[in-house]
């Protein structure tokens, strides 16, 4: 089998690796020679040289490639995609050669590119998830489409993915471009769990007065159980990691936070397609909030430092708040992909979007087990819905800053207590007559069910 890959960088260079490992014959092209001449130590020290050629062209990987082709993009989301498949395009390739784009482009580019393309080649979208690790041991494949080159280059995606109790980690999770919808969901979810870990971290540490080691210790108790995920298992060991003189690590870091564009996204298109998803937009505003400082508006207020009370917390308690908003993070991005599925009519199977996340991928945790039987089953965790309430309860006490948590929490109170949304709606009518909506489905005005002598002025 015979493979391109286009854009060696830290994605590229160890999927490249994965990919001749796994029997595959690789044409290699990167803009910038020196990735080539990475890859090519690195195949070279693992003994993986034979099957790779890396070209100094996109023409010369076009001939050298036999048809139909497959070619594989990971270069920068945004017009760097356009402009290699232009350049492909010039280069020569066929209606029937498919291009799978693996970043992490926008899902609407992708719908776009689909007809930009559609008489040019096949044009497919794919997100990749786990990091440089994963990619060169086995990532998570979210892919997506139908078209004809699938058929040649499933098998093979199917190896390369990571596998979890035998069943690959790869999927077609639905129609169009729903893959890249799926992966920048995930990334959505990501920042969530970043962001709660983050938040526990900050409640034991600042609420009770831990030192990072101590939270380490608690975090690594944790993983030993159900609770296990990559995202927890980092944290614990970033946290127990200290410099020559005991200064711990996270003491030595800034606390401004980058993002490259998923996690906005994914709030983006939840806003727009009306599904709340509050532990996920809050981490993004989270990421935001982290910047603020040197901004005029903050520069005028007072930033001193407030003195912050501590807490008595149950770490039994605080495991079982800490499960519950996971797991909320998971049921909220799985309610957007299968509200923006319907929208959309791409068809995304919810439960192989799950296999694709079982292993190899930035937020694979064990408990997703429980999850993939049925989000439902959250509204059996009657220890978990107290222990979420009252901790985050006291987390606020503290002074300090929670959204993640307190938006989980918020989250499911408003989805499983007694609605306030009776007054909005007739507040709504009372200032402008947009109308209310009654118990028995009649839309009315307030008029029409109370006299109302004088409205307030
Ligand atoms: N890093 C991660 O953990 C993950 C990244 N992704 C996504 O995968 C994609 C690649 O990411 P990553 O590997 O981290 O990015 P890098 O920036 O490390 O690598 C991209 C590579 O593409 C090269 N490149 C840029 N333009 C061209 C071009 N026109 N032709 C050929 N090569 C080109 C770059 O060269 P140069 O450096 O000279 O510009 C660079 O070597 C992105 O969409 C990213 O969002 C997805 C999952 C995880
Ligand atoms: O896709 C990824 C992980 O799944 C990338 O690492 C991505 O860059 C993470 O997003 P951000 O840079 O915005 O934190």
Known sequence: MQVALVGLGVMGKNLALNLIEKGI?????????????????CAKSEGLADKLHIVSDLGDMVRRLEA?????????????????????????????????????????????????????????????????????????MMASGSEGGWERVEPWFTKVAASYKGESCFARVGQSASGHFVKMVHNGIEYALMQLIAEVYQLLRHGTGRSPKEVAEIFDEWSQEHLNSYLLSISSHILSLENQNNVPLVDLIDNKVGAKGTGLWTAQNALELGIAVPSLVAAVQARHLTNVYDTTAAQEMT???????????????????????????????????KGASRTHQWKVDLSKTLQTWR???????????????????IDTLDKEVFALRKITGQAMMTGLAFPVLSSSQTYFATLTTPSNGHLVQAQRDYFGEHGVKTHTGEVCHLTDLVEIDAKVR
């Open 303 to 337: 930033y001193a430092d407030r003195a912050t009370t501590k807490v008595e917390i149950d770490l039994v308690e605080l495991k079982d708040a800490f499960t519950l908003a996971s797991l909320l993070a998971y049921r909220q991005g799985l309610a957007l992909i």
């Open 25 to 41: 014959t690789l044409v290699a092209y990167d803009k910038n020679p020196h990735a080539g001449e990475e890859l090519l130590s």
């Open 359 to 377: 292993a190899g991928c930035i937020i694979r945790a064990d408990y997703l087990d429980s999850v993939a039987q049925g989000v439902e089953f």
């Open 68 to 140: 139909p082709r497959s070619i594989l993009l990971l270069v920068p989301a945004g017009e760097l995609v356009d402009a290699v498949c232009s350049e492909l395009i010039e280069a020569g390739v066929q209606c029937s050669d498919i291009i799978v784009d693996c970043g992490n482009s926008n899902y609407k580019d992708g719908i776009n590119r689909k007809l930009k393309y559609q008489n040019k080649f096949e044009f497919a979208t794919m997100g990749i998830s786990g990091g440089a690790e994963g990619a060169r041991h086995g990532p998570a």
